[in-house]
């Protein structure tokens, strides 16, 4: 900086004005620099920018499993938001591991990051009472907790469980069985929506359609199709399954084609994220679009927001409403032909 | 540190020794500091650390796309090898563009990581020598430099080339095509094992089935729809394709469906990388194993190497062997009864 300070002949607090896009420079000036900085491929130093500003112009991620693509695509989104004004990202993956998790909190904290992204496996607030307690900002991305005032970006899980479940109505289904997520919000909503949808058709409630497993964002494929032999194994086969996400459901396809029995007729299933190779699958599987893309582009705007804003911000809640995406995975034959659902029910 | 070393009555620098590894210290001071620390679970500040080490603790990542499950597996294995250490990874995508490329490697090096794991989209030297220009070390993984003295951690591409082709010949196809990748290590040196398997098997090289598109990391199953429907249109149709990589293969299977034809007895497909969902596929994808996470938890390692060596290390270069992994896209029925096409080809 001194450099271009000596070689413009003004003074080295001008130019990191210019730079911060300080309001305090007269317009001839601020082109004269920008100019002579862009000529010589100047890249401020970000550690030294930090010194004045106070910022790190780190954000933090931290997801179940990258490896999963819903949090992939996220962190594409996320990344590419941030990424615009000069902020990087770092990543940190809990393994769907409360304990991990907390250490990766723990571990990005003492980074002084302008701010911290996360999915949290937790089944309680332990952790993000933790986040609490120091003064960086946070947003919490999918999973939202009721006793925590804090940002959150995130879909109406309710709404998916309903949307999933009466789908699966419409196509026909009347044993509906429930591949359930963890005890956190994305797994309770999705299954008070499921219970929703079947009450409001007349449909009874079997708690042994409901199962659940350890883990469903990582080896979530083979936990599907091991809660998919649970079903197989109930007195009465279900005739439809929603999965609390898609690897889960693309298991539970597994182990029904291992079984000798087919998609959709003998037994349909739609899954939640619609992840991108979904319409190339076996039988292309019918989701839940929860607008992840938007998800992770609207964290980013948050969490700039946030660190740009001079006045503290009051926590935002931002809710994205998801969408059916039907695919050949529950379209039954049956369908086309059966009797208004709702009437049926009332037998 | 200073709370510390005040209620242990000893030194800062005492504390911070037993915190850096430092051989100075007696087995009872550690152990006291050590037990002391993990009690009130005190997470030394990496800035700190890093004023002492000189170190920033973070390494970073650049890779053409993060949802391609690829790249995501390489992420997730090297951020694991690093974490354990206390490095974080800091991530950005090129979006398979050598300008976007070339911003993200300065923007980075702006912040003084203490190493830099890029899986390069560009054609030609220009970011590698500007990462060169730099003190701080820097890994390529996948694609590698031959002009470029460097660190690498990547498969043997001919290899997974000549494998894929080989495969294809031995289930009985004998037109051949590539849809190919970019001009790089990856894509030269697969065409290369391509064009190898085929003069061996006294096949013909016939430049009319080697098609490319300008994207094969972003994108991909559109750009591998769009080079198949090319492979269609030539006056005799291939009855076999090698994929430069999976997402591609994936689309060409399906250009190949919507033409009303099957995989694999009118066309066998075959990638490359051995994705996660490969099985789960319409028709199960056949691919070559390129030890993904054998990459990146070796970058991991090379980077620690390099950064915990008190001497300048000259550079490695570590090149896994690609693997067959046989699926249903090149099961043909023609293949149980074909020939030996060595002796075949000799027509």
């Keep these: 900086m001194k450099d271009i300070a000596k070689e413009l002949g003004v003074s080295v607090v001008t130019i990191s004005k210019v730079l911060r896009d300080h309001p305090d420079i007269s317009d001839e000036t601020r082109e004269r620099v920008l100019k002579y900085v862009k000529k010589v491929d100047y890249q401020p130093n970000i ?8 910022r790190s112009y780190l954000v933090g991620l931290i997801v179940p499993d990258l490896l999963h693509p819903f949090f992939a695509e996220i962190a594409k989104s996320l990344s590419r938001e941030i990424g615009v004004k000069g902020y990087s990202l770092i990543i940190a993956s809990s393994d769907e591991d409360p304990e991990v998790e907390a250490r990766e909190i723990r571990q990005l904290q003492a980074r002084h990051l302008d701010a911290l992204v996360i999915a949290s496996c937790a089944l309680n607030n332990t ?9 960086n900002p946070y947003v919490l991305i999918d999973r939202n907790f009721s006793k925590v005032k804090s940002n959150f970006v995130g ?5 998916a469980g309903r949307i999933a479940t009466e789908h699966l109505i419409q196509m026909g289904c009347r044993r509906i069985a429930h591949i359930s997520g963890r005890s956190n919000s994305t797994g309770h909503g999705r299954l008070k929506g499921y219970q929703a949808a079947l009450q409001s058709h007349g449909l009874r409630y079997r708690e042994e359609y409901v199962v659940s497993r350890p883990h469903v964002d990582a080896d979530s494929i083979e936990q599907g199709k091991q809660a998919m032999q649970m079903l197989l194994e109930r007195k009465v086969r279900p005739d439809g399954v929603f999965c609390y996400n898609d690897p889960l459901a693309i ?24 992840l991108h190779y979904d319409s190339s699958l076996r039988v292309p599987l019918s989701s839940i679009d929860q607008q992840n893309v938007n998800i992770g582009r609207r964290a980013g705007e948050v969490v700039l927001e946030i660190i740009e804003s001079k006045v503290p911000k009051p926590p935002q809640k931002i809710v994205f409403e998801p969408a059916l995406v039907a695919r050949l995975s529950t379209l039954r034959n049956s369908a086309n032909h059966s009797e208004n659902p709702k009437r049926k029910s009332k037998k």
């Excluded at 879909?155 to 709404?159: F, Y």
Aim: overall charge negative; proline content about 2%; charged content about 20%.
């Design 155 to 159: 879909t109406d899980d309710e709404a």
């Design 47 to 54: 550690l030294a920018r930090g010194l004045v500003t106070g």
């Design 127 to 135: 952790s993000i009472d933790q986040l609490a307690l120091h003064s």
């Design 251 to 274: 298991g539970a396809m597994e182990k029904i084609f291992e079984e000798g029995l087919s998609v959709p007729n003998d037994i349909a299933v739609i899954g939640c994220g619609n």
